[in-house]
């Protein structure tokens, strides 16, 4: 088993890992072939990551600092992928475009 | 006979509806129990997959922000960790649908136990989606409101406003609800009326209603002359509106010529992504509750919100005020439980007891303030020696922050007016730059009357002459002394309580986004 690759990023969405960038978050992990997990800790509880179900549970509100981890196949571009859309506000600036 | 009935609620989505109520509780179809657990399995996976089709051609004909909430169901339906649960019960004995009811109550009980009002409020998705299910399962087609009805129960799902036709009126009555809600969103994008909070509102209700979503009241079985009173506010509210629209771009003048700066409240630094600042005269009020959710924030946190604002305002003025937790918003880890919040650790004597997350809120105003035209003020300020403990801190962070050679910025500092003892001897606050009223809670405090309190409404009015004689004297003693006063609570975006606020000597409002062309279409009606 590799190790696991693990990144924080800080949540700026003004209320937080919500309905809508739940989605978005959930539809991008379930790209990637490696496990992945979200924890508002560094020492856990993690969610499993491409389960909307449970990352809506963890209730990340704005302000959290998010830890992610993945592990496996591509593990690197998934955390990349994953903090990088948590930084850009989960695309909700100016830009509403629906995803596909 | 019945006798007219009013009942008092909050309004989520101002306007007007007359038409036959529609009970949205009713009891659903009788789900019929299968012989074995196979076929109750089969039976819920077919109602899922039948929810799921309902909400994907429900998203084809849905517009941006429906079809998003729909979206986050449909996800939420797809996951099989929702339905895991369930499907384990069904497994062990249990029929499809008290399985799905159960696994579901399980998860709504999660959010509602949620401090945040965010996640609070997708209990209601959730219950939608549970509801789905639960139709599809129970083969209960005929659940169509007749057009122009007045909707009324517990609380709404979203599925259930957007599959509603409201082409021919019709409005929403919700004994709880939320005005954070999805629906009410939807609603005031809508312009669906919309009240929340009745909690008088009684079950198998039916006959003509009057919903008043402008004022948040709902009248049952009303009379022929309350018919004939609620259309002439509804037509007035019409007219306004239209009206309003066109005074939107306009700075505010009176009838007679007197301008009147009329700015903004926010509650967060996403609010003003709808506004444009061409509108209005700068930010009234910049709530900061909102950064005081599940844990404190940082001062990076904060400095980027109140930095947002103020270059998204340009030259015209913020004002921010500090957090005024306590009383009716709890914060953990920084509220105190007490007996009587609303006359308790609140406001500024809480930022005064706990200093180490008041300095950090400190520091980031003070370099957020180059970023534009900040000015701070404090809320709950009762005596001098709060301001001057206030601006102490200041001066020291200040001091510091230059030590550090930190960009940074001294703003005006001023002060709510809202604790009844500055409003009778404001003299003792002669040296600070600026006042702001904040009506609700000066009313409530000189009414003795609760805001949360649906009770004692009837006495929470700004337009009693106590409160009034006590706006206008604190107007009075600002124009003598250099001061400048604004109005930053409710009563500044009511265009019944404009014209006594104007009259009182106010010249400066700062009213909620969607009350700012109302607000300015009244100022316009009158002559002072």
């Known amino acids: 088993m590799s190790a696991a690759t693990e990144a924080t990023v800080l949540i700026t969405h003004a209320v937080g890992l919500h309905a809508r960038p739940s989605v978005k978050f959930t539809k991008l992990a379930k790209t990637f072939a490696a496990d992945v997990e979200i924890a508002l800790a560094a020492n856990g509880p993690w969610f499993d990551a491409k389960s909307i179900v449970k990352v809506m549970a963890a209730k990340a509100p704005k302000g959290t600092l998010l830890h992610i981890r993945a592990r496996g196949d591509g593990a690197n571009d998934a955390v990349d992928a994953l903090v990088d859309l948590v930084r850009r506000d989960f695309d909700e600036g100016a830009d509403h475009a629906r995803t596909a | 006979m019945l006798v007219p009935l009013r009942l008092q609620g909050i309004s989520a989505s101002a306007g007007y509806a007359e038409g036959p109520l529609f009970d949205l509780d009713r009891p659903p179809a009788v789900y019929a129990s299968k012989a074995t657990a196979a076929e109750e399995k089969a ?148 312009g669906v009326p919309m009240v929340v909070g009745l909690r008088q509102l009684e079950a198998n209700l039916a006959g003509l209603a009057l919903l008043d979503a402008e004022h948040g009241s709902i009248v049952l079985a009303p009379s022929p002359a309350e018919v004939v009173s609620f ?49 209005c005269d700068g930010v009234g009020l910049m709530r900061t509750e909102f950064l005081f959710g599940k844990t404190l924030p940082d001062e990076e946190t904060q400095y980027h919100a109140y930095r947002k604002v103020l270059e998204w305002a340009g030259d015209k003025p913020v004002t921010i005020r500090t957090v005024d937790a306590g009383g009716d918003k709890p914060v953990p880890g920084f509220t105190v439980e007490e007996g009587n919040p609303f006359l308790g650790l609140r406001g500024i004597r809480l930022s005064l007891a706990r200093l180490d997350i008041f300095r950090v809120q400190i520091r980031a105003l003070l370099r957020a303030a180059p970023h534009g035209n900040l000015k701070v003020m ?36 001023g002060i709510m007016v809202e604790v009844p003892s500055v409003a009778i001897a404001p003299e003792a606050f002669a040296n600070v730059a600026f006042f702001s009223i904040g009506s609700n809670d000066l009313t409530q405090y000189v009414m003795a009357a609760a805001r949360d309190n649906a009770a004692v409404a009837h006495l929470n009015s700004v337009r009693h002459p106590a409160v009034l004689r006590l706006i206008g004297s604190v107007v009075a003693f600002g124009r003598d002394n250099g001061i400048p006063v604004s109005l930053c609570g409710d009563a500044g975006g009511d265009p019944a309580s404009i014209p006594s606020l104007l009259e009182a000597g106010l010249r400066d409002l700062s009213v909620a986004p969607a009350q700012l062309a109302m607000a300015k279409a009244a100022i316009s009606d009158i002559s002072v």
Request: proline share 3%.
């Open chain 2, 43 to 190: 039976s819920l996976e077919a109602a899922i997959g039948k929810a799921l089709k309902r909400l994907a051609a429900m998203v084809e004909a849905a517009d941006r922000d429906a079809a998003s909430i729909l979206e986050f169901h449909i996800a939420m339906l797809e996951d099989d960790t929702l339905s895991e649960p369930a499907f384990a019960s069904i497994v062990s004995g249990q029929t499809a649908d008290t399985a799905w009811r159960e696994a579901l109550n399980g998860e709504i009980a999660g959010y509602e136990a949620s401090d945040q009002d965010y996640f609070r409020a997708r209990a209601a998705d959730l219950r939608d989606i549970r509801d789905q299910v639960l139709r599809a399962l129970t083969e209960d087609e005929d659940r169509a409101a007749p057009s122009g009805a007045i909707l009324f129960g517990e609380d709404i799902a979203p599925t259930r406003f957007l599959e509603t036709d409201w082409t021919n009126g019709g409005g929403i009555a919700l004994q709880a609800g939320s005005t954070a809600s999805h629906v009410a969103m939807l609603a005031r994008s809508r």
């Open chain 2, 231 to 279: 259309r002439q506010l509804s037509s007035s509210f019409t007219t306004r509106q239209g009206k309003a629209r066109t005074f939107l771009a306009r700075p505010a003048v009176t009838k007679t010529g007197t301008a009147v700066r009329v700015q903004v409240n926010i509650a967060g630094p996403s609010d003003v992504d709808a506004i444009d600042i061409a509108t």
């Open chain 2, 378 to 413: 404090f809320p709950m300020i009762a005596m001098a020696e709060e301001y001057e403990c206030a601006a102490a801190l200041f001066a020291e962070e200040q001091a510091a922050l230059a030590a550090r050679g930190v960009t940074r910025q001294m703003p005006p500092l």
